[in-house]
């Protein structure tokens, strides 16, 4: 089972920074992600860390702007979004797989959380 919390609402320019707190044994060797999702558009994704933590991979929209990080000592996942724009504004999703290896795909992880909201006002 995957939480996220840590969304809401923030002007354009502003910060938040995202949390998934996971509930499982396998947390430190799982590749992470997170994605988000517009109503009417496919789910996109954000950012990826792998199980090691050796390795992050980030869209291009995300990237110099969010910075995903893990603490598998607390099981947690985190997203910090800076200089947020509009066109940021979804629903966040934390995802796992059980393998370590990172991918963009949304079709190769394997849980879910429910997504936290963040909207970005102009």
């Known amino acids: 089972q995957l939480v996220e919390s840590g969304g809401g609402l923030v002007t354009a320019g502003g910060s938040l920074r995202l949390s998934c707190v996971a509930s499982?044994?396998?947390?430190?060797?799982?590749?992470m992600a997170w994605f988000r999702q517009v109503p009417g558009k496919e789910r996109e994704f954000v950012a990826a860390?792998?199980?090691?933590?050796?390795?992050?991979y980030y869209a291009d929209s995300a990237k110099g702007r969010f910075i995903i990080s893990r603490d598998n000592g607390k099981d947690t996942l985190y997203l910090q979004m800076n200089s947020l724009k509009p066109e940021d504004t979804a629903l966040y999703l934390c995802?796992?797989?059980?393998?370590?290896?990172?991918?963009?795909?949304?079709?190769?992880?394997?849980?879910w959380g429910r997504g936290t909201q963040v909207t970005v006002s102009a």
């Open positions: 860390i792998s199980g090691t933590d050796v390795s992050q």
């Open positions: 499982t044994r396998t947390f430190w060797s799982s590749a």
């Open positions: 995802a796992g797989r059980r393998s370590g290896y990172i991918i963009d795909s949304p079709q190769y992880y394997d849980y």
